[in-house]
């Protein structure tokens, strides 16, 4: 195999602690994890297996392809965010995994097909995914075997009045249902306090190093460091440019590393100029233009070698201020180009 010119190192330790954390803010309720899209980039396998061994016994993807490929780990518990579409049907009869039904219709459907334990999700404002007040009244629960009774927070990394309304509608629309356990939080759900967080939170973001919101900026740890090879060190005389449209003009007499990384592995255009990687702890700037397939960093006074390695700052919070990129799209932007280590 040819070794990959990207590493992205993946801090098993770190992970396991920001889920200990969340489940440990959740007070009493289960702490479940969000691995859809992959494990939000990290690797949706590695991912549950690790948590799995930590304890966590609810896992959550969106489709049932997801679901499909994380069949042979046997997950204690695994459901389906997106429900079942009629396509999906012969696959979830299988009983891989729990669909979380959204609609009337696929309530009806799963019904029908005699599907068994099945989740609910009911919409409570955010106008996404879910059953509302007038599906229930019209009964379209009836008869169903429901483990988790759920709903999702639109505005949860805000201060927003949004929150406790929504946590208001949910309590009252569950009241009508028969369900083994609530669900309201994800991350940033989770930092908003034990009113939030029934009998199950559903974390992604802040299990992956993700800050949602201040109060878990000193609890959650950076769980992905990608890391880039050295492809040429030059140097580049005051005066010069540097990459596509000569946006960096050299100051003074300057080296530079040519990185092996750039948009197309999800190190966003956004990093131009703004993003850095690290050596020893210090930060080397980007320079101009991040492009497909590279990035230039300043490596002036620094014993960086063609061939070298080095880390891309990835602090999550940090690198969204940088890039204007959100935390979610930075993780799950990380392309298949990476070595995932371990
Ligand atoms: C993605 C998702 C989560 C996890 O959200 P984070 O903000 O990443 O913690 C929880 N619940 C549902 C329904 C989701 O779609």
């Known amino acids: 195999m040819t070794a990959?010119?990207?590493?992205?190192?993946?801090?098993?330790?770190?992970?396991v602690a920001n889920w200990r954390s969340l489940a440990r803010l959740s007070g009493r309720a289960a702490c479940g994890a969000a691995i859809k899209a992959d494990g939000y980039g990290l690797g949706a396998a590695w991912v549950a297996t690790t948590l799995a061994a930590a304890g966590c016994r609810d896992f959550f993807v969106a489709t049932w392809a997801e679901a499909a490929a994380l069949a042979p780990l046997k997950l204690p518990g695994l459901s389906v965010l997106h429900g079942v579409r009629g396509e999906d049907m012969a696959t979830a009869l299988t009983g891989i995994a729990t669909p979380v039904l959204n609609t009337a219709a696929q309530a009806a459907r799963w019904k029908?097909?005699?599907?068994?334990?099945?989740?609910v999700m009911l919409d409570t404002g955010m106008n996404r995914l879910g059953l509302g007040a007038g599906d229930l009244t019209a009964g379209a629960l009836d008869g169903l075997?429901?483990?988790?009774?759920?709903?999702?927070?639109?505005?949860?990394?805000?201060?927003?009045?949004?929150?406790?309304?929504?946590?208001?509608?949910?309590?009252?629309?569950?009241?009508?249902?028969?369900?083994?356990?609530?669900?309201?939080a994800n991350s940033a759900g989770i930092a908003l306090g034990a009113d939030y967080a029934f009998d199950l939170t559903r974390p992604g973001l802040?299990?992956?190093?993700?800050?949602?919101r201040p109060e878990l900026a000193d609890t959650?740890?950076?769980?992905?460091?990608?890391?880039?090879q050295v492809l040429q060190r030059r140097h580049v005389s005051a005066g010069e440019t540097v990459g596509y449209n000569?946006?960096?003009?050299?100051p003074a007499d300057t080296d530079v590393a040519i990185l092996n990384i750039g948009y197309a592995d999800g190190y966003w255009r956004g990093f131009s100029g703004r993003g850095q990687a690290l050596?020893?702890?210090?930060?080397?700037?980007?320079?101009?233009?991040?492009?497909?397939d590279l990035t230039a960093v300043d490596v002036?006074?620094?014993q960086v070698a063609e061939g070298d390695w080095l880390d891309i700052d990835y602090d999550l919070p940090r690198a969204s201020a940088a890039s204007g990129m959100s935390q979610y799209e930075l993780l799950t932007g990380l392309g298949d180009r990476f070595e995932r280590l371990p």
Request: hydrophobic fraction near 40%; aromatic fraction near 4%; charged fraction near 20%.
């Open 279 to 292: 050596h020893e702890r210090e930060a080397l700037p980007v320079l101009g233009r991040v492009s497909m």
């Open 4 to 15: 990959a010119p990207l590493r992205l190192r993946r801090d098993p330790q770190a992970l």
């Open 246 to 250: 000569a946006t960096w003009t050299a």
């Open 145 to 184: 075997n429901i483990d988790t009774l759920m709903s999702h927070l639109a505005s949860a990394d805000d201060d927003s009045p949004k929150n406790s309304d929504q946590r208001g509608r949910f309590v009252a629309m569950a009241e009508g249902v028969t369900a083994q356990r609530l669900s309201l």
């Open 300 to 302: 002036t006074g620094r």
């Open 112 to 119: 029908a097909a005699g599907g068994g334990t099945c989740d």
């Open 206 to 212: 802040a299990l992956y190093g993700g800050v949602p």
């Open 220 to 228: 959650i740890r950076q769980v992905a460091f990608p890391q880039a």
